[in-house]
């Protein structure tokens, strides 16, 4: 682990720090909301997945939902954090037009979930621990829209009451890279825990970014929070805007005022929102229409023992077993569907060849066609089998690419192409050899300059020869033949 990369900025008064902390907002996977047993399903109509509860019709009970609780213990132990076996749902005041209740329960003083950490993975292979403050169950809000009629705001409710986790981490970023970095690995390890499904364009991750500027090993600054930025590339252009107009407004003798600010991803600006509430603000008390959340230890435990492979420990075994480079390693492991489709064309095969297929001619291949992996038209096992090919000998790298490119456009298994199309390399060495006399009788010439020192001319004389044999002739081979024929070696 190395120390923050920390990337000054320059003012007219020399370098400043950014300090950033993040508060992570994400949907539970959930079909139900967290205390109500009303749908959740992404995209619906209007006002179509509203129970009595989540429109806060006077003398409706919330009942806490198991499975988001469930949800987001399973995250506590993915993010290496502290359960806590007592925890408890508050009320948070605010006045809303989305908000029914008037109220959103939350948790305040007692969060299910207390610290924890998260490797973040750094271009360039260097990675660093940012940790985590808490985490803790609440409702989301429904939804304003402004933009149905020109002149009534109308509410959506569907949204009101689905299950969030808002997991908190420490001050402990220090640039935009850095914050996009922890904002991906988050999302992963969300992933792989089947917890939420990390979609920022429809709203199940978005961050709220607390920036703050300060003289290299000065005090804190004063901090500003951007609320709800939902995509990595937006929170790196609005951490850059907010440090700049920080420092601008510093170095010209001001003085930032705490605030809550929105990112307008039009115009990449930072604009006032509110002055930020403190805590007292919102008069928090316990939520008199629930228990306390307990769990015991069986239970943790349970859920403990049920946790996949995680991102870091499958790219530890990917370097160590299968001698992958750390970097090809965490490629591979991004998505748990790109490592899954890995460890099929990897298993019982050499494993760094598997990862080069994967990541160089699988991944362009997926990239210029602009598909996921799920949609990839080369299967796991079908690629395996053209490693196969390659290994025994059969195809060459350069065949095998071929057949590669006949694979995408065809849907068909390996064996077939070569058979069909005649496409197995030549490692006959007799017939090698008449090609290669062949190229030397017709160019004394060239045979002559080789001789007299123009090693590089050989290469020549294999291209000639590929040429001749439809790109067939085993390489290995042709050098060995060329070397002994052309250089009398
Ligand atoms: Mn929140």
Known sequence: MTEPAVKYIEGATGPW?????LEVHAQVSSKSKLFSGASTEFGAEPNTQVSLVDAAMPGMLPVINEFCVEQA???????????????????????????????????????????GEVLVDLPGGATRIVRIERLHLEQDAGKCLHDQSPNESLVDLSRSGIALMEIVSKPDMRSAEEAGAYVKKLRTILRYLGTCDGNMEEGSLR?????????????????????????????????????RRQIDVLESGGTID?????????????????????????RYFPDPDLQPLVLDKAYVDAIAAGLPELPDVRRARYINEFGLSPYDASVLVAERETAAFYEAVAKGRDAKLAANWVIVELF???????????ESPVSAARLGELLDLLADGTLSGRLAKEVFEIMIETGGAPKAIVEERGLVQVTDTGAIEAAVDAVIAANPDKVAEVRSGKDKLLGWFVGQVMKSTGGKANPQVLNDILRKKVMGE
């Open 17 to 21: 720090e950014i300090v950033l902390g």
């Open 73 to 115: 213990v399973r995250t506590g132990l993915g993010l290496k954090a502290q359960i806590n076996n007592w925890s408890r749902f508050d009320r948070k005041n605010y006045f809303y037009p989305d908000l029914p209740q008037g109220y959103q329960i939350s948790q305040f003083q007692f969060p299910i979930v207390g610290e």
């Open 207 to 243: 961050a709220d970014v607390n920036v703050s500027v300060r003289k290299p090993g000065g005090p804190l600054g004063t901090r500003c929070e951007i609320k709800n930025v939902n995509s990595v590339r937006f929170i790196g252009q609005a951490i850059e805007y907010e440090a």
């Open 258 to 282: 705490q605030e809550t600010r929105l990112f307008d991803s039009k115009t990449g600006e930072t604009r006032t929102m509110r002055s930020k509430e403190d805590a007292h603000d919102y």
């Open 364 to 374: 362009g291949m997926l990239n210029k066609r602009g598909v996921g992996i799920e």
